[in-house]
């Protein structure tokens, strides 16, 4: 069966449902993802958009704003 995702996106997935549905990272997907992407700054980036996209999400719900 041919996969929608690579290996690099299936590790970005991993990684965004872990930061959405646990907050915490555990150390494994950590691992997975600082192997997946070749330097830091990537890393770092990476979880920033998670966690910017969480923030915003959160921040609209909190609110009650509704889709146009």
């Not at 590790?11 to 192997?35: G, N, P, Q």
């Not at 969480?54 to 146009?68: D, I």
């Amino acid at each position: 069966m041919i996969s929608l995702f690579d290996s690099i996106e299936r590790t970005a997935i991993l990684l965004t449902i872990e930061m959405t549905r646990k907050i915490e990272v555990s150390d494994a997907t950590f691992a997975a993802v600082r192997a997946a992407l070749p330097n830091e700054q990537q890393v770092v980036e990476l979880v920033g958009v998670i966690a910017t996209y969480n923030m915003v999400s959160r921040f609209l719900v909190a609110l009650g704003v509704e889709p146009e």
